[in-house]
């Protein structure tokens, strides 16, 4: 498990793609050849980082008090 800004990401290759893609700034097919993916498997890789760090958004920050 890796972890994002805290956030834990089921695999490595979720937490790379998302990082190259939000604080790098890297294009899609920049990243797709670093991490040597398909540019469909990088959409998934990025769907299921996002979903993680919602569900961390969901359960940590907007929990009522």
């Not at 097919?29 to 969901?58: D, Q």
């Amino acid at each position: 498990v890796t972890e994002i800004f805290g956030v834990p990401v089921v695999a490595a290759k979720q937490g790379h793609a998302f990082l190259m893609r939000e604080v790098d700034e890297l294009d899609n097919e920049e990243i797709c050849k670093v991490l040597g993916v398909s540019p469909t498997n990088y959409w998934v890789l990025m769907h299921r980082a996002r979903l993680a760090i919602r569900k961390c958004l969901e359960n940590s920050w907007f929990q009522e008090a």
